[in-house]
């Protein structure tokens, strides 16, 4: 997962070994859980924030802050929107940005952390369990039911 996911290639292994243990933890006692509770778990993770959520946010509302007071009451506070969005090239050409260590040691996962978690509590639920488990020659049918799997 490392070497395709940016931000996670740019994070102390120390800390994406924690997130990934918070995250094994919850998808193991999920196999105890019931259906109801799984599901409540997976509605959680649809609108947990991802990292570029944060970053986008944080960054917009700091640029737009600053170029507001820059207008309205110091042209100074310019300086915060040329030193955010910078940042924000930054994470879009490099996968990095000075504040992801800090929001990666406050647990900030990215999508693709999360959706690991997501599909592994819907095989946990059951979601999966009608798709052939063999291959039967009928490669269309069952990639077409992995795909309507997944999008559930």
């Not at 740019?10 to 995250?23: F, L």
């Not at 310019?78 to 994470?91: D, S």
Request: aromatic share 8%; proline share 4%; with cysteine.
């Amino acid at each position: 997962m490392k070497a395709k996911d940016r931000v996670r290639a740019h994070t102390d292994d120390a800390v994406n070994q924690k997130i990934e243990a918070r995250t094994e933890r919850r998808v193991l006692q999920a196999a105890n859980a019931n259906e109801r509770t799984i599901s409540r778990r997976i509605e959680e993770l649809e609108e947990e924030w991802d990292m570029e959520r944060y970053l986008e946010t944080n960054a917009s509302a700091l640029a737009f802050s600053g170029v507001v007071l820059g207008f309205l009451v110091n042209k100074k506070f310019l300086a915060i929107p040329a030193i955010v969005l910078p940042f924000l090239f930054q994470h879009a050409v490099q996968g990095w940005c000075p504040p992801i260590p800090l929001l990666r040691r406050l647990g900030v996962r990215t999508r693709k952390e999360i959706d690991a978690e997501k599909y592994a509590l819907k095989a946990v639920r059951g979601d999966f369990d009608n798709l052939p488990i063999a291959n039967n020659g009928d490669s269309v049918r069952r990639a077409r039911q992995a795909w309507e799997a997944a999008k559930t």
